[in-house]
């Protein structure tokens, strides 16, 4: 069936760095492609989106790449801070579906 | 502000039990979600529900079902709860179709009722 891959599963940066999160999707048909930032005790919130028709988007420090030949997509955050640190989940959803199928999250520490 | 509540935050049930998720959202919104979150698994989707009456498995439909009679409420039913059924139930809801209105479909999540079935 569809399926989204996520890595790293965890990932620790430094503040100020930059920190990258891959996914790759099965299904040729995606065509959105939402970020959802989780902090601790809280409920998923979208913070960045891209459609199949866009190879990249830029929102203030958060940024989403997507390379459609390759099936896979990137967030990417510069200057974090601590406020940062949180589980990000990425999805891939198909025309003619209201479904999102979600990568695995991976948890994000940022550290001052 | 879009507001998707869900009737407890914790629940603590017995084995056997049968129980109720319930979920409200208040934007009139057609589909409505309901996923388990678990470490490591992400976020998957027991059931979804595009209209009032209607409803479809999603990937992990075992043990569960679900009810809308109303628009704007969704409920998940563990019908014998087991000891694998404890988990983070996350209710989500999305516009139809979104068009220019909003992110492309988004969805809104509830809080989450972390449930645990000893």
């Known amino acids: 069936g569809e399926n989204v891959e996520q890595h790293p599963s965890t990932l620790s940066v430094q503040e100020g760095d930059s920190a990258v999160i891959k996914c790759t999707y099965s299904d040729s048909a995606s065509n959105y492609f939402p970020w959802y930032k989780q902090e601790l005790g809280k409920r998923p919130q979208l913070i960045i989106d891209?459609?199949?028709?866009?190879g990249e988007k830029k929102d203030q420090r958060i940024a989403v790449t997507l390379n459609k030949t390759a099936k896979h997509f990137s967030l990417h955050i510069t200057e974090t801070q601590p406020e940062d640190s949180a589980v990000y989940f990425c999805?891939?959803?198909?025309?003619?579906?209201?479904?999102?199928?979600f990568g695995t999250g991976t948890r994000l520490k940022v550290l001052a | 502000d879009v507001k998707v509540t869900q009737s407890s935050r914790y629940l603590v049930k017995r084995t056997g039990e049968k129980v109720f998720l319930e979920c409200v959202q208040d934007?009139?919104?057609?589909?409505m979600f309901w996923y388990r979150q678990d470490p490591g698994l992400g976020l998957r989707l027991i059931y979804f529900?595009?209209?009032?009456?209607?409803?479809e498995k999603g990937d992990i439909p075992e043990g569960y079902s679900v009810s809308r009679e109303k628009k704007e409420r969704f409920s998940l039913i563990l019908e014998s709860a087991s000891t694998n059924q404890t988990s983070m139930y996350l209710c989500?809801?999305?516009?139809?179709?979104?068009?220019?209105?909003?992110?492309?479909?988004?969805?809104?999540f509830g809080p989450g009722t972390r449930l645990t079935v000893l």
């Open positions: 529900s595009y209209d009032v009456k209607m409803k």
């Open positions: 989500a809801s999305s516009l139809l179709f979104a068009g220019l209105r909003s992110s492309y479909n988004e969805q809104f």
């Open positions: 999805a891939a959803s198909s025309p003619g579906t209201y479904k999102y199928i």
């Open positions: 934007m009139d919104h057609e589909n």
């Open positions: 891209i459609r199949s028709n866009v």
